[in-house]
């Protein structure tokens, strides 16, 4: 059974950097995509950024794009959030996901079948 859990959350200033981590656990079938996706109170949840297996596609959010950025290691079995020039507009819960059997980096949440269980970030004006 494969379990993800995200760490790197906290409350930062408006203008402050945070980098999430997801380490995946179990035996994943064949490749996978990561994906990572937030939900704000009140809100739904939406996505953020994703990265293909091969790490040579990325797709990222208009919201996010050129402050956000995603990265993993196969390897390690790890995934990378970078988040910088945080507005209080990206408070939200993060959660890290796995699109299995997928060489693309979706951005759809249906894709996404095993997910995280979050982490909190907060970021004050």
């Known amino acids: 059974q494969v379990q993800l859990v995200e760490s790197g959350g906290g409350v930062v200033q408006a203008g402050g950097s945070l980098r999430l981590s997801c380490v995946v656990s179990?035996?994943?079938?064949?490749?996978?995509?990561v994906g990572w996706f937030r939900q704000a109170p009140g809100k739904g949840r939406e996505f953020v950024a994703s990265?293909?297996?091969?790490?040579?596609?990325?797709v990222s959010a208009d919201s996010v794009r050129g402050r956000f950025s995603i990265d993993r290691s196969n390897a390690r079995r790890m995934a990378y959030l970078q988040m910088n020039n945080l507005k209080p507009e990206d408070t939200a819960i993060y959660y890290c996901?796995?699109?299995?059997?997928?060489?693309?980096?979706?951005?759809?949440?249906?894709?996404?079948?095993?997910w995280g269980q979050g982490t909190q970030v907060t970021v004050s004006a």
């Open positions: 996901a796995l699109a299995v059997d997928t060489v693309e980096a979706p951005r759809r949440i249906n894709e996404y079948g095993d």
């Open positions: 990265m293909s297996w091969s790490g040579t596609s990325t």
């Open positions: 179990g035996r994943p079938s064949g490749v996978y995509a």
